[in-house]
């Protein structure tokens, strides 16, 4: 551990400027990524200046579509139709 103060110049143009870590021995790692996306992400969007929020680390949501070619054909539809309609929630 230095003993002397240590004086850096630092330039935030495009870097973050804060950074949290978010924990728990009640919830899962599942639960603790939709808390900060859901809730704690929002309410700090919403504060003044802050223009984005990353979440590193944690569980992204993941769904796997198994589409069927002729049931996609039938309907007129194709494979990246019924993606833009999954990420569109």
């Known amino acids: 551990m230095p003993t002397t103060p240590i004086v850096e110049r630092l330039d935030f143009s495009g ?3 804060a950074t949290y870590s978010v924990s728990s021995d009640r919830r899962s790692v599942g639960e603790l990524s939709n808390l900060v996306d859901q809730t704690i992400s929002r309410a ?3 504060a003044p200046g802050v223009a984005k929020v990353d979440r590193i680390g944690g569980i992204d949501r993941e769904i796997r579509v198994n589409l069927n070619p002729e049931r ?3 309907l007129g539809l194709t494979a990246t ?3 833009d ?3 569109a929630f």
């Open 15 to 17: 870097g973050p400027i």
């Open 44 to 46: 700090v969007l919403s």
């Open 72 to 74: 996609l054909q039938s």
């Open 81 to 83: 139709q019924v993606n």
């Open 85 to 87: 309609q999954i990420r």
